[in-house]
């Protein structure tokens, strides 16, 4: 990991480290979790707000009246809201999908959840992402929540992540793998 993104990621764990433990003394796990899913989403989806975290064109002050105007609209909680502004006034902004993810982390591990990412060439059906959900739990002992990704490159098959394990059983890898012996053979 290079310095500049080790030190992004130490500055994220302190926020959300701090969030995380505020929120599950006062016993607010379930509201941060779908504020902390929300705020994942908007970020995902929001160019506008990608940019206004990371660009150094906004001052400080623009970037709080932004960022509490976004909380109010998203009808955040106090806590996370007032996080936020003050990300902003220390000029952190540009940590928040480190922070969201590290969160969205600790929230799952006190749930005694885990996330598997799933990558596939086409959309899950819901009967699928269940089979598939099951399926992991069995292996893992823990249960899972599905993060899902299409990717027609795979021409077939999925990926799945798991922590540090990864199972590739697209297409695609196949193909490589073939390629990769008719290489040696030829």
């Known amino acids: 990991m290079s310095e500049p993104a080790s030190i992004s990621s ?29 705020l994942g989403a908007a970020l995902a989806e929001s160019a506008d707000l990608r940019t206004l975290i990371s660009s150094p064109i906004f ?3 623009e970037q709080g009246a932004a960022i509490a105007a976004l909380a109010r609209k998203m009808g955040l909680t106090v806590l996370l809201a007032q996080t936020l502004g003050l990300m902003a006034t220390k000029r952190r902004l540009f940590v928040l999908p480190q922070m969201v993810a590290q969160l969205q982390d600790m929230i799952a591990a006190d749930k005694g959840e885990i996330t598997a990412e799933v ?13 598939l959900a099951a399926a992991i739990k069995a292996r893992v002992g823990k249960d899972v929540k599905l993060k899902t990704a299409v990717e027609p490159a795979l021409i077939g098959g999925l990926v799945v992540k798991v ?12 193909l490589g793998a073939l390629q990769n012996a008719m290489k040696e053979v030829g």
Do not use: H
Not at 10 to 37: H, K, M, W
Not at 119 to 131: D, H, I, R, V, Y
């Open 10 to 38: 130490g500055i994220a764990a302190r926020y959300a480290t701090a969030v995380f433990e505020l929120a599950r003394d006062d016993q607010a796990l379930p509201s941060l979790e779908q504020d902390v899913e929300a």
């Open 59 to 61: 001052s400080r002050d």
């Open 119 to 131: 990558t596939t060439a086409k959309a899950l059906t819901q009967g699928q992402a269940e089979k």
């Open 163 to 174: 922590g540090s394990k990864m199972i590739d059983t697209s297409i695609r890898s196949k």
